[in-house]
């Protein structure tokens, strides 16, 4: 077995740069090694793990699950299925949070439900005078965000718990949340790989809800969380955008505006009291 036999096994079960990547994290091989000594032998077990990966990939597991690791805003984040995957849509939530925190000499943020801690650990590393805390519900994804946060060298107070619950009494200059907002039931639930990703950070689980459930309760109990002209603001599903501005301003929130991702999707929405 070669690494050019390796990838030709793999040719028609899997996506050719999925098939790449897995054989180069099997081997410990660049790409470049790849393409000037295809007739390097593979030992066996890394052709056993490429095996492995190869199946369960063309099973729909997702790469990511698979490595262990995937990549946002040029950092590697581990990441296990105990959290969501890194969406690189999700980069505009950090690019407008960035802009509100860079307004303030020291500000306070919180990231609630932040999973593999991809928001708040950016945040915290490209705005140094931000004391960031980050909140989240699932105990093994804390676990997670915490390892990120120590291997990147992101100073995170994480907390556990429902939403605000473990902010009582505290304050801050931004609230950012990616909250789930898929409907329970959206037909997406079923497709590329989501079915691997945990549900409790896809979608709120109502019965024949639009989705919203989360972030009805953010922007609720927000307001007693922000300082005067503070920010809220959220990631959403692509038709959301108008709903989610009615729940601001319902709530006494300034300036709602929703601002579209690089694809031209609705995907933030942001406020402030
Ligand atoms: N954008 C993700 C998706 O469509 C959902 C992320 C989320 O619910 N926060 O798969």
Request: one cysteine or more; proline letters at 7%.
């Amino acid at each position: 077995m070669t690494l050019f036999s390796a990838l030709t096994a793999a040719k028609g079960q899997i996506d050719r740069l999925d098939a790449r990547l897995l054989l180069q994290y099997a081997t410990g091989c660049s790409h470049a090694d790849l393409l000037a000594r295809p007739e390097t032998p593979l030992m066996a077990p890394a052709w056993q793990q490429f095996a492995e990966w190869v199946a369960r990939r063309a099973a729909g597991e997702p790469l990511a699950y698979l490595v262990g690791e995937a990549e946002f805003r040029g950092r590697v984040f581990q990441v296990s299925p105990a959290v969501l995957i890194p969406r690189p849509e999700t980069e505009l939530l950090i690019e407008l949070a960035l802009d509100k925190m860079r307004q303030r000499t020291a500000p306070k943020v919180v990231d609630l439900g932040t999973g593999s801690g991809i928001v708040a650990i950016s945040l915290a590393l490209e705005c140094r005078a931000a004391a960031v805390s980050a909140v989240d519900l699932s105990a093994p994804a804390l676990d997670v965000a915490r390892s990120n946060a120590g291997r990147l060298g992101a100073e995170v107070d994480f907390r556990h718990g429902d939403w605000f619950a473990p902010l009582v009494g505290q304050c801050f200059d931004v609230i950012v949340a990616n909250p789930p907002y898929v409907a329970a039931g959206d037909p997406h639930l079923a497709l590329n790989g989501l079915p691997h990703e945990p549900q409790m950070a896809l979608t709120d689980q109502e019965a024949g809800g639009d989705g919203l459930a989360c972030i009805r309760r953010i922007v609720a109990d927000a307001p007693a969380h922000l300082a005067p002209g503070g920010w809220l603001l959220f990631e959403h599903g692509y038709d959301q955008g108008e709903a989610s501005r009615n729940l601001l301003t319902a709530a006494g929130f300034q300036a709602a505006s929703t601002y579209p991702d690089l694809a031209g999707i609705d995907r933030v929405t942001a406020g402030y009291l």
